[in-house]
């Protein structure tokens, strides 16, 4: 795909009710340009793919659609082939719509966990020890980042976490960074994710200063990975409603990330 491929993807995720971010087009491209594919049928496009590489061992893919009236004849297995080609041996993550998660597990995937999608309202209050992430250098980010995604991912990174419309916060202690948390502006509403801290306590403090950053009566999500009982307890807390669900499966096995950090997921795409 070119960018503006990845634009017509996004509007296809739309179609889909995926609720993509408004500026995810680009910030996904930059996380790597040449995995982005489009499945072409007389010239006109018909489905497509993200197959994002996230150096030698991790890749993750995501945005697998085909065009509704052409489904069911196997357009989608050859764009399915092509993403795991692109990716080679690296091991694959994906967010797999639940009824279909037996279809990937012939592609060699098996379940790591459920990821759960919550829904409310925006609305919170500041802390004084939550600041703007601005004020921490990007590579400490990338570090922090790295110790609880599967992969380092600066190049992404550094376009995420100063999208326009969004605010990116974090809490700092002992000039050591615990946690940090992005509120991105979506077609519907906001989404927070990732969300990564050291404690429930950090991660809470995260979710209110970010959810103060939009209006009380703005539509706020948050994709909680359900092997994490505080990010659950959370999601509660703040009365959210569990509205959609995924299965995060990966073809190696789940890579050692400590879910306990893990408040809130970056993206059903890009993992």
């Known amino acids: 795909m070119a960018m503006n491929d990845v634009e017509l993807a996004v ?40 197959a994002v590489s996230y150096g030698d061992s991790f890749g993750f893919i995501g945005f697998y659609i085909i065009r509704k009236d052409l489904r069911g004849k196997w357009y989608g297995i050859e764009l399915g082939r092509r993403a795991m080609s692109y990716l080679g041996a690296r091991n694959i993550g994906i967010d797999g719509v639940v009824g279909k998660l037996r279809n990937y597990e012939k592609f060699g995937f098996s379940l790591a966990h459920r990821n759960i999608r919550y829904a409310g309202r925006g609305g919170g209050s500041g802390s004084a020890d939550v600041v703007e992430l601005s004020t921490i250098p990007l590579g400490s980010i990338v570090s922090y980042d790295a110790g609880i995604f599967p992969a380092e991912r ?47 306590d950090i991660a809470e403090r995260l979710f209110d200063a970010l959810a103060g950053k939009v ?17 659950l307890a959370l999601a509660r807390y703040h009365k959210l409603t569990a509205v959609f669900e995924t299965g995060r499966m990966y073809n190696k096995g789940a890579p050692p990330v400590p879910v306990e950090k893990v408040f809130g997921i970056t993206s059903f795409e890009l993992g």
């Open 215 to 231: 209006s009380p009566q703005a539509d706020l999500f948050l994709d909680v990975p359900a092997t994490n009982p505080a990010a």
């Open 11 to 50: 509007d296809w995720a739309a179609g889909e009710g995926w609720n993509p971010g408004l500026n995810d087009a680009a910030c996904f491209y930059q996380a790597d340009p040449n995995g982005f594919f489009i499945g072409e049928l007389g010239g006109e496009p018909i489905g497509c793919i993200s």
């Open 154 to 200: 600066a190049g992404f990174l550094e376009r995420w976490i100063n999208q326009p419309g969004g605010a990116s916060l974090c809490c700092v202690e002992k000039n050591e960074l615990k946690g940090y948390g992005v509120i991105r502006p979506c077609r519907t509403g906001f989404k927070i994710g990732p969300l990564f801290a050291d404690s429930p």
